[in-house]
């Protein structure tokens, strides 16, 4: 574990898992600014807060229902151990604000994030009220934790630290970066499978390669994800009119 003091963004993961991390955030591109201290991991295990020799976390759910649900007072003590360190704190939860490029942006341009991981059926909300924890959803389905979903925020988030990705061009024109999915890619050989690059890629003509991916990024999004189309539409259009 690197000294979180030398790094410029620092990562706070609670959970009854700690050694799910850094998982795949230990390799490629993110392990490697790991290792340089470009950012920092602190792992807590929430067991450490449990009172019992069996190091309960859980209890049956008031008014009834399936399952457990983690103690408010055991979470708290778990939050408490972490209180100074900068940034907010988010509990990973499919009912909250759906985790897009903007809050990506937002989160990586702060000095940190302290993630909550749930399991079970969840956590008691007194704690998430008294600790005014910010929710936040990967997606419109269900994990077995809260875990994978904090995997996905980091590893948003720290490719877009400086010094992670060498190519900041190729940030800019990824998807969601300009409100459009992405463009085909093409690379060698020229001919696969009878199926040619198209010759606009080939021309050598900047100008006109950049309005073939531009075009091919508005019927991809207009085609696949009118929500998105919508969108893009109205900011244009704002920005049209100077709003």
Sequence with gaps: MLDSVTANWKATV??????????????????????????????????DFAYDKHRTVDAI???????LVMRPDIVDA???????????????????RLLDQNLV???AAGP???LLCGRYEGIDQRVLDARDVIEVSVGDYILSGGEQAALILMDAVIRLLPGVMGNKESADEESFETGLLEYPLYTR??????RKVPEVLSSGHHGKIKQWRQEQAEK????????????YLDKRNDTKLGR
């Design 14 to 47: 609670l959970s009854l898992h700690p050694e799910m991390f850094p998982g795949s955030l230990g390799l490629s591109l993110a392990g490697k600014a790991l290792e340089k201290g470009i950012w920092a991991l602190e792992k807590v295990d929430i067991r």
């Design 61 to 67: 759910p008031f008014g009834g229902g399936a399952g």
């Design 78 to 96: 778990a939050l408490d151990s972490v209180a100074g360190n900068a940034g907010p704190v988010i509990y990973l939860s499919p009912r909250g």
């Design 105 to 107: 942006k937002e989160l």
């Design 112 to 114: 940190g994030v302290t």
């Design 189 to 194: 050989p020229a001919e696969w499978q009878d």
């Design 220 to 231: 991809i999004t207009r085609e696949r994800r009118p929500d998105l189309w919508e969108k």
